[in-house]
């Protein structure tokens, strides 16, 4: 069964343009939440989506936007990217979105902002 | 939310038992314990769950307070590879969407 995929799993970016990254959740998990992870913050929650629809987000500023399709695969999008976005951007995905469902993370995509 | 408090690191010998604790002092009822690590340059990676009673499974065994308020992860005998960054993380029952990880403990298994 393969592992929650993301992609890119890095890339470069200029302040002020703007990044799409993308997440394939495991096949039959319907949750997919997002984190960001910098050395000075930890793992900060970003947002999540359940059936297409955010059911959670997190204290970040509205250039960060996610979404999730109908077959589970999900972006999210930052604009007007800052210096101090650049971070580890996990996503996880879970069967269900309750308190016993175990949640499995890709490896992320390392996004760094010059 | 319910947060979780746990020591920045914590050191052991190999092919000895570690016991990583975790504070949740604010725990709701319907709160279920998790356990991840995350070893270097990878995403975190599942461990261990609980609600109220201990549990083992063949990575490690979670040891529960009574009163649930806090928890002990351990390893039965640790291993080089079992250094990582180890989260505790309460997942409500209901709404477990917005999962809230803290710092973690960072172990360091010693030859």
């Known amino acids: 069964k393969a592992g929650v995929t993301q992609t890119p799993r890095y890339l470069i970016k200029t302040r002020g343009q703007q990044v799409t990254l993308s997440c394939s959740p495991i096949s039959g998990h319907r949750s997919v939440s997002w984190y960001q992870q910098t050395p000075g913050q930890g793992l900060q929650f970003l947002f999540e989506?359940?059936?297409?629809?955010?059911?959670n987000k997190g204290n970040f500023p509205g250039r960060f936007s996610g979404r999730q399709f109908s077959n589970s695969r999900s972006e999210m999008n930052v604009s007007t990217l800052e210096l101090g976005d650049s971070a580890l951007y996990l996503c996880a995905s879970s069967w269900g979105d309750r308190g016993l469902n175990t949640i499995y993370f890709g490896e992320g995509s390392w996004l760094t902002v010059v | 939310d319910a947060k979780t408090t746990q020591p920045n690191s914590m050191e052991s010998n190999e092919e000895e038992p570690v016991h990583l604790p975790c504070n949740h002092s604010?725990?709701?009822?319907?709160?279920?314990i998790h356990w991840y690590r995350q070893l270097p340059s990878q995403g975190p990676e599942y461990v261990i769950h609980?609600?109220?009673s201990n549990v083992n499974n063949r990575m490690a065994s979670l040891a529960i307070a009574e009163d649930r308020k806090s928890s002990t992860l351990i390893l039965h005998r640790a291993t080089l590879r079992d250094a990582a960054v180890y989260y505790c993380i309460l997942r409500d029952l209901t709404n477990a969407g917005k999962s809230t990880f803290g710092d973690g403990t960072t172990l360091t298994v010693k030859p």
């Open positions: 989506y359940f059936s297409e629809t955010q059911r």
């Open positions: 604010t725990i709701s009822g319907t709160d279920y």
């Open positions: 609980g609600l109220t």
